[in-house]
C-alpha cells in the first residue's frame, strides 16, 4: 500500500510538517494541562490551600469539565465562523488563563483555582474540534490520513508525560506557577503559527449560513455540568446532603429538557439526526466509557506512586515516560491497521488495554517493585489511547457529512473530556465511602481502580456489539484534491 500524495492545499514537505504540527499541539497541550496540575498535585494544593484530599480531584474535573462541554458550542461555531479563526481564539484564550491559573500562588485560595482551571478549559474546547476538523479537511481518505490522525492520537500521552515533566521540574526546584506561565507562552505562539500556516483554502466556514442554537447550548451546558457538579460535590461533603442528589435530579431534567428542545428547534446544537449516522452513537459511548475509565487510571496510579511508593513528582513521571515511549511505538503499528481491520474490533482491542491497565494497578502489592505491573500498565495503556482516539476520528470524518464535521468532532471530544471528569467522580465516590468505612488509602485506591476495570469492560461489550461499521476503504490512486473534496468519499446519496 503506497502513501498517497500530499494535499494540494499544503505546498510542500515543511508546509505540511508545520501544519499537521501545529494543529496537534491542540492534543498535545490539553492532556500537558493535565499532567502539569495532576503530578506536581501535593504540591501545588497545599501551596494554593487545599488541605481536604478528598478536594483534589476538583483540580483536574473542572478543567475537564469544561472541556467536554463547552466544546459541542465551539464545533459548531466552527463550521459557522471558520474552524481556523476558532483555532486561533482557542490558543489566545489557552494563554491568557494559563496566566491567570498561575496567579493562584498569590492568591492563595483553592476555590480561585478550580474557577481558573475552569476557564483554562475554554481554551482547549476551541482547539480540539476544530483542529480536528482542519486535519480532515485538508486530508482525503487515505493512507496518510490515517498516519496524520495517528499522529493527533499519539499526541495525548506525550503531552501529559512533557506537562508532567515540567509541572513537576518548575514545583519541585523552582516554583509550580512557571509551568503555566510557560504555557502561556507557547499557546501564543502558536496561535501565530496557525495563522500563517493554515492555507487560505482552509480559512473559509463550511457552513457559513448555519444558526448558533444559544438557548440549545445554554441547557445542554447547564445539565452536564450540573451532572458532572454532583458526582465530584459528592465525595467532598458527602452524598446524604440533600443539595447533591436534588442536583442530581435537576441535571437529569434539564439534559431532558435538551433533548426536547434540539428535536424542535431548526439549527440545533447537536442534531439528533447525527445518532441515525452507522456506529455514532455506539462509537461515542466507547470512548465514553474507555476514557472515564482511563481517567481513573491516570489519576490514582500517581497517588500510588506517590502515596504508596512514596516517589517525588519527577520520579511519578519518568515512571510514567513509558507512556510516551510506547504511544509512538502504538501509533506506528496501529496506523497500518486502518483499513485492514474493521474499526469495532480496533475500537474493542482499545477498550481491552484501557482494562488491563486499571486491572495491573488495582492489584499491585504495594511493596511490589515498579517493573513488575506498574510498568506493565504504562506499556500496555497507551494502546488504549492511540488506537481509540485515530479510529473515532477516522469514522465520524469519512462517515459525516462536511457540514457536520466540526459538530460530529465536539461530541467526540465531549465524550472524551466529560467523561474524564465523571469517572473521577465516580471514582471519588467509591474512594471516600470506602474510607468512610475504615478502609484504608491502598484498599480506597483499589476499590476506585475497580470502576476503572467494570467502565471499560463494559466499553469492550458496547465496542462489540454497537460499534460495527463500515470498513475504511484505503485508495491507492488518490490524486491530488481540493480541501473537502474527499474527505466524503465513502458517503452516498443515502448518507447525505
Known amino acids: 500500500m503506497g502513501l498517497d500524495q500530499r494535499p494540494s492545499?499544503?505546498?510542500n514537505f515543511p508546509h505540511e510538517l508545520l501544519y499537521v504540527t501545529t494543529l496537534s499541539c491542540a492534543q498535545l497541550l490539553t492532556q500537558a494541562a493535565l499532567g502539569n496540575v495532576l503530578v506536581p498535585l501535593h504540591i501545588v494544593g497545599p501551596d494554593i490551600g487545599i488541605t481536604n484530599t478528598a478536594e483534589l480531584p476538583w483540580t483536574l474535573a473542572a478543567y475537564s469539565l469544561t472541556v467536554g462541554v463547552f466544546i459541542m458550542v465551539t464545533g459548531r461555531l466552527?463550521?459557522?465562523f471558520g474552524h481556523k479563526l476558532l483555532v486561533i481564539i482557542g490558543y489566545v484564550m489557552f494563554s491568557i488563563f494559563s496566566l491567570l491559573t498561575a496567579m493562584a500562588a498569590y492568591v492563595n485560595n483553592g476555590i480561585y483555582f478550580h474557577i481558573m482551571r475552569a476557564f483554562q478549559g475554554i481554551g482547549p474546547t476551541m482547539l480540539l474540534p476544530n483542529a480536528v476538523a482542519l486535519l480532515a479537511r485538508a486530508y482525503p481518505v487515505g493512507l496518510r490520513k490515517s498516519?496524520?490522525?495517528?499522529i493527533?492520537?499519539?499526541t495525548a500521552?506525550?503531552?501529559f508525560i512533557l506537562g508532567a515533566a515540567f509541572g513537576s521540574l518548575f514545583a519541585q526546584l523552582v516554583w509550580w506557577p512557571w509551568a503555566h506561565w510557560v504555557l502561556a507562552i507557547f499557546c501564543y505562539i502558536l496561535a501565530i503559527s496557525t495563522y500563517i500556516v493554515v492555507p487560505s483554502e482552509l480559512s473559509k466556514p463550511v457552513h457559513p449560513t448555519g444558526k448558533t442554537d444559544i438557548f440549545g447550548a445554554i441547557v445542554g451546558i447547564l445539565g452536564l455540568i450540573l451532572f458532572i457538579?454532583?458526582?465530584?460535590?459528592?465525595p467532598v461533603v458527602g452524598w446524604d446532603k440533600p443539595y447533591v442528589y436534588g442536583v442530581l435530579i435537576a441535571s437529569l431534567v434539564i439534559i431532558g429538557i435538551f433533548i426536547f428542545i434540539e428535536r424542535k428547534t431548526e439549527e440545533p446544537i447537536m442534531p439528533l439526526s447525527i445518532w441515525s449516522v452507522a456506529g455514532f452513537p455506539g462509537v461515542l459511548g466507547c470512548m465514553a466509557l474507555g476514557w472515564s475509565s482511563f481517567g481513573i487510571f491516570i489519576y490514582y496510579i500517581v497517588q500510588f506512586l506517590e502515596n504508596i511508593h512514596h516517589a517525588s513528582p519527577l520520579l511519578t513521571t519518568a515512571m510514567l515516560s513509558p507512556l510516551v515511549i510506547f504511544g509512538l511505538m502504538a501509533t506506528i503499528i496501529v496506523s497500518q491497521l486502518y483499513g485492514r481491520v474493521p474499526a469495532h474490533y480496533l475500537l474493542m482491542a482499545s477498550m481491552i488495554f484501557f482494562c488491563v491497565g486499571n486491572i495491573l494497578i488495582t492489584t499491585a502489592p504495594p511493596d511490589q517493585t515498579y517493573w513488575a505491573q506498574v510498568f506493565v500498565a504504562t506499556v500496555l495503556t497507551p494502546f488504549g489511547m492511540d488506537i481509540s482516539f485515530p479510529a473515532a476520528s477516522l469514522v465520524i470524518s469519512n462517515r459525516m457529512p462536511i457540514h457536520q464535521q466540526g459538530v460530529a468532532a465536539s461530541m467526540l471530544n465531549t465524550a472524551i473530556n466529560w467523561s474524564i471528569s465523571l469517572g473521577l467522580g465516580i471514582a471519588g465516590t467509591i474512594e471516600s465511602e470506602m474510607l468512610k468505612r475504615g478502609k484504608t488509602a491502598l484498599e480506597g485506591y483499589r476499590y476506585?481502580?475497580?470502576a476503572g476495570v467494570a467502565l471499560s469492560g463494559l466499553g469492550v461489550l458496547i465496542a462489540l456489539l454497537f460499534c460495527r461499521v463500515p470498513k475504511t476503504t484505503v485508495s491507492e490512486n488518490t490524486s491530488d484534491v481540493t480541501?473537502?473534496?474527499?474527505?466524503?468519499?465513502e458517503r452516498t446519496d443515502d448518507d447525505s
Not at 498516519?147 to 495517528?150: A, D, G, L, P, W
Not at 480541501?483 to 468519499?489: M, S
Open 9 to 11: 492545499c499544503l505546498r
Open 78 to 80: 466552527g463550521d459557522i
Open 147 to 150: 498516519i496524520v490522525f495517528s
Open 152 to 154: 493527533f492520537g499519539a
Open 157 to 159: 500521552p506525550a503531552g
Open 229 to 234: 457538579y454532583c458526582w465530584n460535590e459528592g
Open 448 to 450: 476506585a481502580l475497580y
Open 483 to 489: 480541501p473537502d473534496a474527499a474527505i466524503n468519499t
